[in-house]
């Protein structure tokens, strides 16, 4: 704080910008928040505090930031993605049956990922283009799209549960390097390439701005449609991953493998200060959501809580979240659907 | 999700005005009747599949299992036409069917009145945090949709309870002058009174403003918040009352029962016709639509398609019947 007594009086000081001050408890919220509740459980719990424990969390963490990742450059555009459950489980059904597996006689090893993954964005594409070309709101193509993944995994599924014999897929949740899984360090690589995405590509810069104001981006000559179409294509092959990685933790394809990721990864985002309106918000952000939500399944677990509430927590989380967020505008958004 | 509303016409020139009573285009009348023939076209060919298919027992059975859909979509309806959206109708349902199961032994007959009761509170805790704390309302609902699961998953312990009074339920399972089975009459019955009860009084001009315009309504002195309000307390009480009929049906209450209505109720919805963007629409519709996603669930495994393919259906159903019925007017910026 400047005193203004010492202000020269001919030069008028500008005014600190407010949004900035509300910016920055946005962004130092949530770690902040990671750490009280770390202590609080920490305290509550001798078994949380465990060296074990900790390994646990961050294992436990990996699916669920994969999704964040993607997730996240859907919500920078003010838009919202409700297809994880579909594009994983199409997704951890295609890889179970593309690897070695006691289906059939496929054994593409790490091409078979890769398909997967190409499936997941292949669904990523359909949303976005149904979004900008059928120009239908995107929770209503997604929760369509989901429909679609789940159709399409049920069909692969065929009854019979592939279930895979791939050294190396099955390793990625076994190995460990330094005391992490590899799934873990494949997590930690996503977050890594998403905040580069986000922050050095075109794509990510262009997200942020069609979530901060899309008339103004599309008024100054950008072609916005594409943009939107490649941001969910690019959340579609994260979720690629992410079924990839619960078909290596499983060691099995399930149709149900994305079965609620879909509304801990909008919690972990919305918690990590990644606004549902757009325009706010980052990779980095998420990836903190991430560990705030598997720190608080973890720890609830250990001091004795239904496992059953999870949800429950994660959908009170979101709404206090939410609403905290849209509070500074609360008089001035007469109009919410 | 912000959905900008064009304050200025000029800003879009292609817009339509917003004069609702004008004559309807000829691809709008089309699209208002879609439902009706998507529902005549969809017998017929069945029909045609498989000539048994017409025939009063059949058709008896597929009405009887469309009747908890009717009632969820009938319920669902009313918020959709507010501009909203209610994506926690399923896990509501689901977790009324526990409380069902759960109250029987204890309030007898009185058991259906506290579950619809119970429903319609918690839906109206929604629509009551959707207008005081100014969050969307698929925000609202998608977190509602996570709380209800959980607490069916708590207080049933993860299983199913079995209904063993079941002289509770019995009439639901009578026929209505040996043809109509009782619930999809019930089911007929609430959409009438709903129907008949928004005609008659003024909520039909107060919910349609509110779909159509939420400012210009607040403007002209319109109860928006109640309205709205009103809405989830109506859809929440028709989620209890679907429960009810899918209790009764399989004699048992689970948490996760009704969890794969959401979908089919979405399609129902916007099968009929009634815009997701608020103002256009009817109870009826959703009743149309709902029979048609019905015929569907049954008619796919007749014409010998594998049941996978429903789920795929359904999603292209939903977003293609979105992408004609949506009022492109209104929007300006499609999140």
Redesign the interface.
């Known amino acids: 704080m400047t005193s203004p007594a010492k202000a020269d009086p001919d030069v008028v000081v500008p005014p600190r910008p407010r949004p900035r001050r509300g910016v920055s408890l946005l962004d130092a919220g949530p770690p902040i928040a990671l750490v009280v509740i770390f202590a609080v459980f920490a305290a509550l719990s001798s078994d949380f505090r465990t060296v074990g424990n900790l390994q646990n969390i961050m294992d436990a963490a990996a699916v669920l930031a994969v999704v964040a990742c993607g997730i996240t450059f859907v919500l920078m555009m003010g838009s919202i993605d409700l297809s994880v459950p579909g594009v994983m489980g199409a997704s951890a059904i295609a890889v179970a049956l593309l690897v070695a597996n006691n289906r059939n006689g496929n054994d593409w090893g790490l091409l078979g990922i890769l398909v997967a993954i190409l499936l997941g964005a292949g669904l990523g594409l359909l949303s976005g283009m149904a979004l900008v070309s059928l120009r239908v709101p995107s929770f209503m193509t997604t929760l369509g799209v989901s429909a679609v993944g789940l159709g399409v995994a049920t069909l692969m599924f065929a009854g019979v549960q592939p279930n895979i014999d791939d050294e190396m897929l099955h390793g990625w949740a076994v190995h460990r390097f330094l005391g992490l899984a590899y799934l873990t360090w494949i997590a930690v690589g996503c977050v890594l390439v998403g905040w580069l995405i986000q922050r050095y590509s075109r794509l990510g810069r262009y997200a942020y701005a069609i979530g901060g104001a899309e008339e103004v981006l599309a008024l100054s000559g950008v072609k916005v449609a594409p943009y939107k179409v490649a941001v969910f294509t690019l959340a579609g092959a994260f979720y690629g991953l992410a079924g990839v990685m619960v078909t290596s933790q499983l060691s099995a394809g399930l149709v149900q493998a994305g079965k609620g990721y879909d509304f801990a990864a909008i919690t972990a985002a919305v918690v990590g200060g990644t606004l549902l309106t757009g325009g706010r918000g980052g990779v980095l952000h998420s990836a903190v959501g991430v560990l705030l939500v598997t720190v608080l399944t973890n720890g609830l677990v250990q001091v004795g809580v239904s496992p059953y509430w999870q949800g429950g927590v994660q959908g009170l989380i979101v709404v206090a979240a939410v609403s905290a967020a849209v509070l500074p505008q609360r008089r001035r958004n007469q109009v919410t659907k | ?3 900008p ?1 064009i304050a200025d016409p000029v800003a879009n020139p292609a817009a339509e005005p917003a004069v609702v009573t004008g004559a309807p285009t000829a691809a709008q009348r089309v699209t208002s009747f879609m439902p009706v023939i998507a529902l005549v076209a969809l017998l017929a060919a069945l029909t045609i599949a498989d000539p048994d298919f017409l025939t009063q027992r059949s058709l008896t059975a597929a009405v009887r299992t469309s009747a908890p859909l009717v009632v969820l979509a009938a319920g669902a309806t009313l918020v959709v036409l507010c ?3 209610d994506l926690s109708i399923a896990a509501l349902c689901s977790l009324s069917t526990v409380f069902f199961a759960m109250w029987l032994p204890d309030l007898g007959g009185l058991t259906i009145l506290a579950v619809v009761a119970a429903a319609g509170a918690i839906g109206a805790v929604q629509g009551i ?3 005081v ?8 609902t ?6 209800f ?3 069916a ?2 207080i049933s312990d ?1 299983g199913p309870i079995r209904v063993i009074d079941r002289d509770a339920t019995a009439w639901l399972n009578l026929y209505v002058a040996g043809y109509v089975p009782m619930s999809f009459f019930v089911a007929v019955l609430v959409v009438a009174v709903v129907s008949l009860v928004i005609k008659l009084t003024p909520l039909e001009s107060f919910v349609r403003a509110t779909g159509y315009s ?2 210009a309504a ?1 403007l002209a002195g319109t109860p928006v918040d109640a309205v709205k309000v009103a809405a989830f307390t109506v859809s929440g009480a028709c989620a209890g009352l679907a429960a009810v009929m899918l209790a009764s049906r399989n004699f048992s209450g689970s948490p996760t029962m009704a969890d794969n209505l959401l ?1 089919p109720a ?1 399609a129902a919805i ?1 099968v009929g016709g009634t815009a ?1 963007t ?1 103002g256009h629409g009817s109870l009826w519709r959703s009743l149309t639509g709902a029979l048609v996603v019905t015929l569907l669930r049954v008619g796919l495994p007749i014409v010998g398609v ?1 049941s ?13 019947a ?2 004609l019925t ?1 009022d ?1 007017s209104k ?5």
Do not use: D
Not at chain 2, 308 to 319: D, R, T
Not at chain 2, 331 to 335: C, E, H, P, S
């Open positions: 999700m912000s959905t509303v501009g909203g959206i945090a959707h207008v704390l100014r969050i969307p309302s698929f925000v609202v998608l977190g509602g949709m996570s709380i699961s959980a607490i998953l708590v993860a939420e400012s607040r979908l979405v916007v997701i608020g594998p996978a393919w429903e789920q795929i259906l359904y999603g292209a159903i939903i977003v293609a979105v992408a949506l492109r929007v300006l910026i499609i999140k």
